[in-house]
């Protein structure tokens, strides 16, 4: 599955990079290919472009805050949770995901 992910926190520094290294490791652990999008103190990063956005089975929005430029994932299944909670079971948010992606 190509799953796209968001991270982002109020002070996008900790949090925005502790969410996307979990959310990584998880997808990568249960065979999943991921492009992660931090949205962090020093503006977006590894930018999903619309292509990337497009392509995707689903968005994961792991953010304690706003996502920019959320439009361009518009029609796809789209998860949101804390960015504390992806730190903390990363695994448990993708399946979770999935499971929405897989009902609709």
Known sequence: ????????????IAHTYMAA????????????????ETQ???????KITL???????????A?????KEESRFKGKPIFKAEAQKAIKNAKAIIEEAIKLCENK
């Open 1 to 12: 599955m190509k799953i796209l992910a968001v991270t982002a926190c109020p002070t996008g």
């Open 63 to 67: 953010a304690d805050v706003a996502v």
């Open 21 to 36: 290294e979990a959310l990584e490791k998880a997808a990568r652990s249960l065979g999943h290919e991921i492009k992660v």
């Open 51 to 61: 292509k990337e956005a497009s392509a995707a089975d689903l968005v994961i929005f």
């Open 40 to 46: 962090g103190s020093i503006g977006i990063e590894n």
